[in-house]
């Protein structure tokens, strides 16, 4: 090789090396990343998620591409943000944290794998029909707290024993609050407490549920597992302190925030859970073989500090069976 070559060879190597080694490979898988929350919800979710994948083979940027697809807690956006995924086109969707993002991915394809992360009853909601052995293009992971609304209800009723009035705060475009409902309201009737459903489905419901709480002198708040909730929980905790209202909440990310109580199981556990089953999927498995997986435990954190800015005394019963008191 002469001179002149020599050099230029170097040089396009020198120019084209560095870039080369941050360019994508052309086979980089593409998923759908599809979530009922808000774009600001990201930190709680991605970590876990992404310790699944890792876990399974996968991280993003290196041999795994995402797009992501944010509803903000506006559940009508989810069936156009859905299909898009599919036009993209990607490989699989993820839909993670809602039903109805679980419900929109179904709808859009029966043939791009799906896997979802929900709090609902899937069989119950149509996204499954079975747990053991789901069929077509579906599986997931289920934390199961949209069934613990009698178990929350019990929780706040020991709190707050005075409370003749209950509020059930509930976001009813969400499908999944329908079957919540009628185990709260069925568990209230038995132990003869009355309750008052309240709807909130955008930012501006959630004032308006908390001054007719106010006007109507309830007692508490019940606060339904539901995703546009979840990422507006800064907003509603911030209103039951302001009004010295006594709250129970579904996820622990609540009472971390500086909510009363909350009683659930992990939704960390459960994206890690979904961010495992991508990575299987990808390698080559069937979601009609991947079991919906199921939480084993349930968590109840109190949070002292927000009790004692309320006036409120935890019986001991209370913080005897707590998972952690946050001082």
Known sequence: MDRRKFIRVVTNIVATGPLAAFAQPASMPVIGFLSSLGSSDRASIMPAFNQGLQEAGYVEGRNLAIEYRWAEGQYGRLPALAADLVRRPVVLIAAISGT????????????????FAVGSDPIAEGLVNS??????????VTFFTAQMGAKRLELLRELVPEATTIALLMNLSNPASASERKRVQSAAQVIGQSTEVFDARIEDDIDRVF?????????????????????????????????????IYADREYAEAAGLLSYGASR??????????????????????????????FELV??????????????????????????
């Not at 109805?100 to 799906?114: C, E, R, S, W």
């Not at 747990?131 to 997931?140: D, E, K, M």
């Not at 708040?221 to 010295?244: G, N």
């Open 100 to 115: 109805p993002a679980g419900l929109a991915a179904k709808a859009a394809t029966t043939t791009i794998p799906i896997v």
């Open 268 to 297: 960390a556990d459960a994206y890690r859970n979904a961010g495992v089953y991508v990575g299987r999927i990808l390698r080559g498995e069937k979601p009609s073989k991947l079991p919906i997986i199921q939480p084993t435990t």
């Open 131 to 140: 747990l053991s052995r789901p069929s077509g293009n579906v599986t997931g």
């Open 211 to 247: 001054a007719a709480v106010v006007q109507q002198r309830i007692g508490a708040v019940l606060v339904s597992a539901d995703p546009f909730f979840l990422d507006q929980r800064h907003k509603l905790i911030a209103l039951a302190a302001a009004h010295a209202v006594p709250a």
């Open 302 to 327: 109190i949070n002292l500090k927000t009790a004692k800015a309320l006036g409120l005394t935890i019986p001991q019963s209370l913080l005897l069976r707590a998972d952690e008191v946050i001082q």
